[in-house]
Nanobody, 115 residues
Framework: QVQLVESGGGLVQPGGSLRLSCAAS????????MRWYRQAPGKQRELVAIINSGGITDYVTSVKGRFTISRDIAKNTVYLQMNSLKPEDAAVYYCNTRQINRDYWGQGTQVTVSS
């Protein structure tokens, strides 16, 4: 029943911007914490950003000041605005939520940062 669908990935030059979207169904983004993870080749999946049910946000240190997680409750969608992108940000980005200690994941969207 829970489905998360990411979109918005693509190729961008260093210093550029992208906005990722996570369209949720079967779960309300207003009452559950929503998270963005990323996984780069040869690395473990990393928590990038979180927004809780009260709208409080937090980020991994490496993206603070550059990335912003937000939500549109009416659209039941979570966003990740990524500015000042670096090659180190290249990865597959995944939307995630947890319900009754079970993880739900989207299919992922590829972000490539290259000149």
């Amino acid at each position: 029943q829970v489905q998360l669908v990411e979109s918005g990935g693509g190729l961008v030059q260093p210093g550029g911007s992208l906005r990722l979207s996570c369209a949720a169904s079967g779960i309300a983004v207003s009452i559950y914490a929503m998270r963005w993870y990323r996984q780069a080749p040869g690395k473990q999946r990393e928590l990038v950003a979180i927004i809780n049910s009260g709208g409080i946000t937090d980020y991994v240190t490496s993206v603070k000041g550059r990335f912003t997680i937000s939500r549109d409750i009416a659209k039941n969608t979570v966003y990740l605005q990524m500015n000042s992108l670096k090659p180190e940000d290249a990865a597959v980005y995944y939307c995630n939520t947890r319900q009754i200690n079970r993880d739900y994941w989207g299919q992922g969207t590829q972000v490539t940062v290259s000149s």
